[in-house]
């Protein structure tokens, strides 16, 4: 199998930035507004979901693990998807079955994902946003959680995991609030320990500095069509 040429992109010229700033303001992305060709970028339409995958740490591993499945990664920082395109590339064995795309969350879950589409959906270490008014910048917020549970399948995982507990805490209750949703892990209890097999980077930092991770698994309620 040989690897999906991606769209070009007029983006791919821009210099490379020196330093990036800590976070990007989602709500200020410019990047694209259609959906890329799914079958063309990936062999159909995605099956598994990192939002903010960050350096893609994550999903390389579980992509090599999981042949079988179409798994993409949407950021909204064009340096990471570049950096992580350009990793895809140099790999011995070629994974076309993942995408790295330059997208933004909430746009994605609502209009280019599928409704019930998706397997797993993961978040990991999702930018905090400390700061009320900036609330509305979270990956997970009032109007994301039901548009996850629109794309997920039932049966299907969310998987969250972050080193701040005040976030674990707040998205506990909201996810625990939502229609659609259930705690894998009973009500309002975190997961032991990862269940995706491959870690992020930021996964990795933390743990090798021992810090504490707070890991929350929602499964979407229904039954399997
Ligand atoms: C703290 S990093 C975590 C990266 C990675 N998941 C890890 O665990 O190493 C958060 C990532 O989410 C991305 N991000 C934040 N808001 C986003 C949004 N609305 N849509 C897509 N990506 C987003 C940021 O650009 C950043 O790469």
Redesign the pocket.
């Known amino acids: 199998m040989s690897l999906p040429v991606a769209r070009p992109d007029p983006r791919e010229s821009r210099p490379r930035p020196r330093r990036l700033r800590q976070h ?1 303001n ?1 709500l200020a992305f410019q990047g694209a507004r259609e959906p890329p060709d799914w079958h063309a970028v990936m062999g159909g339409p995605p099956e598994e979901l ?6 893609g ?2 999903l390389l591993a579980r992509a090599a693990m999981r042949p079988s499945a179409r798994i993409l990664g ?4 064009w340096a ?1 998807v570049e950096r992580c395109r350009e990793a895809l590339a140099r790999l011995d064995r070629p994974l076309p079955h993942l995408h790295f795309l330059h ?4 746009l994605c879950l609502r209009e280019w994902l599928a409704p019930a589409s998706l397997r797993h959906v993961v978040v ?4 905090p946003w400390f700061k009320k008014r900036h609330h509305k910048r979270r ?1 997970i917020n009032a109007t994301t959680r039901g548009l996850l549970v629109r794309v997920l399948r039932p049966g299907g995982l969310l998987h969250v995991a972050t080193d701040q507990q005040m976030l674990a805490a707040e998205i506990m209750e909201l996810l625990t609030a939502t229609d659609g949703l259930r705690n894998e892990m009973g009500p309002g209890r975190y997961a032991p320990h990862a269940v995706l097999g491959a870690r ?4 990795a930092d933390h743990a090798a500095r021992g810090h504490r991770i707070w890991r929350l698994l929602f499964r979407r309620t229904g039954s399997p069509a």
Do not use: N
């Open positions: 990007t989602p990192e939002i903010g995958f960050g350096l740490e994550l949407i950021d909204v920082r990471y997208a933004e969350g909430t990991y270490f999702p930018d990956i992020s980077g930021r996964e």
